[in-house]
Structures are given as C-alpha cells and as structure tokens.
C-alpha cells in the first residue's frame, strides 16, 4: 500500500480538514483510501473513520518502535494511505511527524496556512524542506497543500512561487462549515461533529489528486521475524477467553489495533455502560479512556458499574486507562462542583480541571507483577488528562513512572483485587495487552 504523510508547519494549521478533503478526493478517484494518524490521538482519527468508512491507524515510534510502526501500518487494508501529521513537522519529542515520515520512508506533503500569506507559503516550504538537511533528517518534502486559499490571484501567486521541485498539490478554500468545533482534550469526536458532505467536496474539488498518487510510495516492509498476529486465534487449539470491552460515548478512546489483538485472541464482548448496559458474562474487563465526565450523572446509576464492583472483588481481572481508571475509582467531581460515586473499586477520587494536567509521553516500570506487565518490564503509552487522581494514603501502586506524570508522586497502576487503574494509554505493541490476555 502506497502512501504519503500531510506534515502542518504548526498546530492549528488545518491538518485534519485537509487530510478528510484529501481522502475525499481521492475516494472520488475511485481509490480505496487507508487513513492514519501520527502520534497518540483518538479524536482525530475518529473524524478520519467519518469519511473513509474504515478505521484509522495509529503511528507513533515511541509508543510502537520502527518496527511495530511500519508493522501497523501494513496491516492497514487500501490502495493509498494518507497519514495526518501531529503538531509541527519536525515537533514532538520522541515521535514527530518528521519521525514517523522517516520510518516508514514516505514523502511529506506540507499543509501550509496560506490565510495571510502567498509569496511566503513558498519560502516557508523551501525552509521546512531546507531545515531537513540542516539538522541530517531523512525528510523528503515533496509539496505543498495551501490551506484556507482563495483561487485566482492568490492561488497562483503561491503556485507561481514555488521552486519547481516543490509540488503544488492544490487548495482548501475558506469556509465557516470546515472548521470543527473543539472542547478540552482536541476536537469534537467525529460521530459528534462530522463535516457536512458538500462542504468536503467542495474543499476536494480544488486538490490535485493526479500528483497525490504520483508522489505516494510503499514503505519498506517489518523484519521477516516478526510474526503476523492476524492468524493468531485461527490457529490456536482452544477458544479464547471473553473480554468485555466498555464502547458508548464514556469509554471512546480505544486504537482500532488493540480491539484487533484482543479479537485475535479472544472473543469480545462490547457493552455501554453509560447507556445502563450491565456487565456481560466475561473472563476480563477492559475500559478504555474517554470522557466519563462527560456522563458522570449516568454512570453514577449504571448497573455495569455495580455489577464490576462485585466481580472485581470476587477477583475478575478488570483493566481501566484513564477514562477507565475515572471509572473504576470512589467518586469524580465535574467541573461545576457535582460529585458522582463511580465503581468504588480503586481508593481514589476524581477532581475533573480547566486546564490539560498531563500531556506526554509515558514509560512505566513494573515494580511487580501486575495485569499488564511482570516486575522490572517496562510499558510505554501517553497520557492526556484534564483529571487529577487523590488515591488513599495506603493506595498500592503497580509502576514507577520513568517518563510521565502518572497519578502521583512518581507512580501509575493503582491496584486493588485483579484491577488496575493507569492514566497511561497503552498501545498494543507495548506488550500491555498479551500480558493481560495471559492473565485471564
């Protein structure tokens, strides 16, 4: 699968409408598009399932290495992926776009806002393909996308600027119904807030998809050690256990790639806690993050959150990150003062805040043997989180935190029972998830 990455010159440039109007445009060529996001995000990709109809690969060498990335990758199914940058090109500690282009040996398509600028979109994509060689990174940029464009003068000014071996890849004109509302953790999610369709094609009609196919190319394969774990329960010899995974509006912010391992080697059960869903009959739990503030009030009477209760203390081996650990603990307090009792399963309370309180990276430690690692392995992930966690004086935790903030004072993984709580958001190629798997 042939594909290219829509690198931003900053945050806020546009990248997701541009990447939507891109697979739009593409899809009327009658290609099959794979979408993909670089960095940790669930927001963004869920607006990218919106318009391709299929769900969207996450790519972050941090969380998955070279190897896994280029792994999660090909497992994606299409006859082009267009990858969606995160922040600025070259920003991001650990896995920026830049990163990620390089590992998967794609060339980067510049989306520039061209708002107030039209001789100067050029000289900013001569500088961002020039830095590449300044600080000896394996970028190639290819061209360029003028986000918020008008045509005739102003198109072909920025056109006419460009050196020739910088392609002019097309224009997003402005309008009012392509921007996507936002609220604390990103952008609405796309269900809640999906761009209007003529919109969309209005914004495809003016980009250039004969030079987008051209200029995608297949990136290198994973080593041919690695195993494909799609076959993993075609071939197993028994049934897998059964894992309820939370899925409603609360618990959203799952990787497509983790609901596949757990499918790969057991059988799924979904269920909507928020939506008064009880707890189906299941060997584990796993809630994923989202925004339990959010239907705090529903959540407060869900019979699935009783029901966990008593199953995690009879010892059901129960995972929450985040969203999940909010969930799983005594109470979470909103913004406006009201307090919810949550599962009462981990000894902390939630206070929900204005402003983000964690946003990183994450390296975990295990300092014993817990659901998702054993003592002295490490996990990796990120955390995003507007919450603060207040555990019990004798609160046990499962990790050391060696990057990150976790919940407090260096720690992450609270603990109680066969429950484990983390801020840290896993990725499947951390080993998190086999590791849980084994233990059920």
């Known amino acids: 699968m042939k594909g290219f990455v829509l690198g931003g010159t900053s945050s806020g440039v546009g990248k997701t409408v541009a990447t939507l109007a ?32 299929t769900p969207s690969r996450t790519l972050d060498r941090w969380l998955q290495g070279e190897d896994g990335l280029r792994r999660n990758y090909h497992r994606g199914e299409g006859d082009v992926c267009v990858v969606e940058g995160v922040m600025g090109l070259y920003d991001g500690d650990g896995s920026s776009t830049a990163m990620v282009a390089e590992a998967l040996d794609l060339p980067v398509v510049l989306v520039v806002d061209a708002s107030a600028g039209m001789e100067s979109v050029a000289a900013t994509a001569l500088g961002f ?17 003028a986000q918020r464009a008008h045509g005739g003068r102003h198109a072909e000014g920025i056109r006419g600027a ?9 224009r997003i004109a402005p309008r009012d119904d392509l921007e996507i509302p936002d609220r604390h953790l990103g952008l609405h999610m ?19 998809t004969d030079r987008l196919r051209d200029v995608a190319r297949t990136p290198p394969e994973p080593e041919p050690t690695d195993v494909d774990r799609r076959t993993a329960r075609e071939t197993a010899d028994v049934d897998g256990p059964r894992v309820a995974v939370a899925r409603d509006e609360a618990f959203c912010f799952v990787y497509p790639a983790t609901l596949e391992r757990l499918a790969e080697r057991a059988d799924v059960v979904p269920f909507e806690p928020a939506s008064g869903d009880d707890l189906p009959d299941c060997d584990g739990v796993y809630l994923p993050g989202g925004y339990p503030e959010r239907h705090a009030a529903a959540l407060a009477h869900s019979p699935a959150l009783s029901s966990l209760a008593d199953r995690a203390a009879d ?7 985040c969203g999940g650990l909010m969930a799983l603990s005594e109470s979470l307090t909103t913004t406006d003062g009201e307090t919810h009792e949550m599962a009462g399963i981990l000894p902390a309370d939630v206070q ?14 295990a300092r014993r043997d817990a659901l998702t690692a054993s003592a002295g392995e490490t996990r990796r992930g990120h955390e995003f989180h507007y919450s603060t966690a207040d555990p019990a004086a004798d609160a046990r935790f499962a990790f050391d935190v060696e990057r990150g903030d976790g919940i407090a004072d260096g720690s992450d993984g609270l603990t109680e029972y066969r429950t484990l709580g983390t801020y840290c958001h896993c990725h499947p190629e951390s080993g998190a998830f086999d590791a849980f798997l084994a233990s059920l």
């Open 352 to 365: 929900m805040h204005d402003r983000y309180q964690a946003l990183d990276h994450v390296e975990l430690r």
């Open 162 to 170: 460009l050196p020739d071996d910088i392609t002019y890849f097309g």
């Open 315 to 321: 010892g059901l081996p129960v995972f929450g990150e």
């Open 129 to 145: 393909r020039e830095y590449a060689d300044t600080a000896d990174r394996d970028v190639e940029v290819a061209g360029v996308v």
């Open 190 to 208: 796309g269900e809640e807030a999906p761009l209007d369709s003529d919109a969309l094609d209005a914004a495809a009609d003016h980009l250039r």
């Open 22 to 53: 891109v697979v739009r445009a593409l899809e009327r060529e009658g290609l099959a598009v794979q979408p993909a996001k670089a960095g940790p995000d669930f927001i963004d990709p869920s607006h990218h399932e919106q318009v391709a109809g």
